[in-house]
Structure formats: C-alpha cells, structure tokens
C-alpha cells in the first residue's frame, strides 16, 4: 500500500448521451437511460481509482457550504469505496458542477466551477498531510498551488494531471508544469502534433515522466531515464460505453503500479488495462479493476 495526498476537483457531474454533436435543436427528448449523474471531478475520480487498488489517500478538496458531505458519503458507500472525506472542506458559496455531452467517442463539456478558483484551502492541513506521502497527484486548479512548493519542501514526488496545453491556458500553469515530475496530457484541445508537444514539455519543463493520452490510439510514454518515447497502442477488456473519465483512470493506475515499482513500461500497460476496463461503464468515477484483476488480463495479453 503506498500514501497518496491527492488534491482537486469533486463536482456534481452530469453525462448525457446524444445522438450527434453539435446537438440538433429539438423542444423535448425522453430518452431511457441517457442521462446520467453522479459525483465525479479529476481529484475525486483520481482518488476513488487509487484508493480502489488499495492505496492510502488523503484527498483533498472543498464543497458547497450548502452541500452535506453525507452525499458524498453515500456515495462512496454504494460504491462499496472506504475513501474518507475529512479533508473535503465546506468552503465554497455553489458547488462546482459540469454536464457533458457525449456521442461515439466525442464529447462537449460545460462546466461552471463556482467560486472555487477564488477560495483558499487550508495550508496547515496540506502541510499536515504531506509529509508522509510517497506521491502527491494534483490538478492545475488554484488552491492546489501552495502544494508545489510543499512539495518540493519535504521532497515528494509531484504528479500533475493537465487538462490543457492550449497556448492561452499554459501562462496560468507554467509553475505547475514546472514542478512535476510526472504529466499527464490529454490531446483533447492540443494545437500541435503529440510528440511535438512531449519534445516541448521535455526540453521546457524537464519532468521524469510525461504520459500523452491520445484517444482510441492508446499512450506515448516519455521517460527522462533512458529518453525513449514510446507508443502503446490501447487494450480492449471491455466493449465501450463511455470513454469520459478514461484519462483519469489511466493516470491513476500508472502512479499506483510507478510508485510501488518505478518501473514506467509495466506500469503503463497495467494503466492501459485499467482504462479499457473502465470504459465500459457511464459516469468518471467507477468501473474500476481490481490488481487481481489486471493480473489476469496482462497474463492474457501481454505474456
């Protein structure tokens, strides 16, 4: 079991399939099974997946002043998942909330954050707590900044989810890129070719790892160590149902199997069996495999 402080977003998450993007007007639509809503957010589906392969987690995020934890609660109690919610402050005035539309692989997301770039969160507490960690995975949100230097205070690994690297977004996260050592970049809104932007991230930030998901062709993995890059093409465990969530889940598993064995080629095809499982399921935070699980499935495919 390794300790993993993770800090970033929980939002109330809506996921609706359509037929087409962009969506036809149409007045009404009574669709079985179309509409689905949950809890998710990056911190909170990234700290469900860790702690589902038995990870110690600490995850750190905040709420609606308005919005009982309990929900929460419930949640993760019918989710059959003990992740604990001390660390889930009721700070914020709304509660951050995103619907996404989805079609065959594509989707369109809206989000409305709340007041959540603008409140602080408790600095003693991240201090606190991340003094015995192993790993420390966060988002580029604003109130994960104080953990970069924390970080860098007690030496812990810092691993970063990038939800974007287009050209306006990267001067708000130059610092966050600048202090991982482990990125995950999604080429959802990418500008560039994928490997030019690793050859970007590589000579610019200098991280030990970068992931590069790219959709239905897999991974490209970059490793500091040996300076490879490499492609993995995608793994099939499951038929798709839904691929939002996938990037997260895929992170995840990697930092579990990275930090148990520092091994980055292994650690990527376990993430890749973990994700394909994952895609079979609506919603960003379930359908997740078990260790025994991806043993089995790497024994079939890859040995």
Partial sequence: MSKFLVAGFVQMETIVKVDALPLPYKQFESIPESVNTSIGGAGFNEAMALRWLGNDIDFMSMVARNMSKRQIDAYLKINDVNLSTDFV?????????????????????????????????????????????????????????????????????LALNVRSMRAEKIAYKEDFLAAADILYISDDDLECDPYDCIKECRDKYDPEIIIMGIGAKGVILYTKEDNSVLEYKPV?????????????ALFSAFLHYYTKTKDAKESIKNALLFASYKIGFVGTSNGFMTEDQIEQWKALIWQ
């Fill in 89 to 157: 402050l009721p700070l914020l005035d709304g509660m951050p909330t995103s619907v996404i539309l989805y079609c065959k692989g594509i989707k369109q997301t809206f989000e409305d954050v709340k007041d959540i770039r603008h409140v602080p969160y408790d600095l003693e507490l991240f201090e606190r707590q991340i003094q015995d960690k192993d790993m420390v995975l966060i988002s580029n949100c604003n109130f994960c900044r104080p953990v970069i230097s924390l970080a860098k205070k007690y030496h812990k690994p």
């Fill in 236 to 248: 099939k465990t499951n038929e798709i149902v839904n691929t939002v969530g996938a990037g997260n």
